[in-house]
């Protein structure tokens, strides 16, 4: 989820005022800075330093770039950076990102994202990638396009489809929890599956607060239905950098992150504390 973090309880925090029964249960209260730790063997809940060791707001690139490698990213660029990987990030990603070492390690990745024909023709004129359409592709994957999304290899940014019907009409518009089993089907034929819920920041930087509130309601529901079909897959929720918890500012915060892992190496993730301890973690849940 990019930029979520865990804000006040407070009537500007779209996590504090939906309804979103699914986490509310599972966390044992709102999506916020009240979140308190949980250590089950199928279930780790955690706040996450997104900061670095950096002064000023976390940013997209570096935050991600952290999440994906394991490395500070924010030490590599003696800061905070972003939206957009520079030459300096992007190499740090062709040296090795969750997405390469699944595969170097004999096992599929996937990037499991929807793109449109419009982006593919926007790569070839030269348009910015975000961190993880650059590491997939670093890794050798291939995006995927309405061809998978229709036989339901890939997930919308908007969770239901909807803004592909301007493309094609006849794609199927899915529910948010049909579309979180979807995920977990997905999940279940690969190693490492990425999903990168990006409408969060972008919910955050220019959405009014009812309609956040709307997306964290979808977005819980799609949760519910993601874990309701796992089968021996650990999920793990988590994110780069605060914003979408403060809806009086439309920049980030440096505001703490969840960290959300269920399933059978829930445990992997016990010991987690910042966005640097998230590329190791991961690695061994997967048995590498």
């Not at 865990?6 to 407070?10: Q, R, T």
């Not at 994906?68 to 990030?89: C, D, E, I, R």
């Given at each position: 989820?990019?930029?979520?973090g ?5 009537a ?18 709102p ?15 955690r ?20 999440l ?26 062709e ?16 990037l499991?994202?929807v ?7 926007a ?12 590491a997939?592709?670093?890794a050798?994957?291939?995006l ?12 919308s ?9 301007g ?7 899915l ?15 690969h190693t ?16 009014p607060?009812?309609?956040a509130?709307?997306?964290v ?8 239905g ?9 999920l ?12 009086r ?17 829930a ?14 973690a ?7």
């Open positions: 989820m990019d930029g979520v865990l804000g006040d309880e407070a500007y925090n779209p996590w504090f005022v939906a309804q979103t029964p699914y986490l509310r249960a599972l966390v044992g209260g999506l916020t800075a009240s979140l308190r730790s949980i250590t089950r063997a199928s279930l780790v809940v706040q996450l330093d997104a900061g670095l060791g950096y002064p000023g707001l976390p940013q997209s690139a570096t935050g991600q770039a952290t994906l490698t394991g490395v500070n990213a924010a030490a590599v660029m003696s800061g905070h950076y972003g939206p957009w990987p520079g030459p300096t990030l992007k190499g740090l990603l040296a090795g990102t969750l997405f390469s070492s699944v595969v170097a390690a004999g096992g599929k990745s996937l499991a994202n793109f449109p024909p419009g982006y593919y023709q790569l070839k004129n030269g348009h910015r990638v975000n961190v993880p359409v650059y997939a592709q670093a050798g994957l291939a995927q396009g309405l061809a998978a999304y229709r036989a339901g290899r890939a997930i940014a908007d969770l239901s489809g909807r803004h592909l019907h493309l094609d009409a006849s794609l199927p518009v529910e948010p929890e049909a579309a979180g089993r979807r995920l977990a089907e997905i999940a279940s034929r490492f599956t990425f999903f990168d819920f990006w409408l969060s920041d972008t919910a955050g930087h220019r959405w607060l009812a309609e509130v709307a997306l309601t979808a977005l819980d529901r799609f949760l519910a993601v874990v309701a079909a796992l089968d021996g897959v650990t793990l929720v988590t994110s780069d950098h605060g914003n979408l918890e403060d809806k500012v439309r920049t980030h915060t440096a505001n703490p992150v969840p960290l959300l892992a269920l399933g059978p190496e445990g992997a993730f016990a010991e987690a504390a910042s966005l640097l301890d998230i590329y190791s991961a690695i061994s849940s997967m048995g590498y």
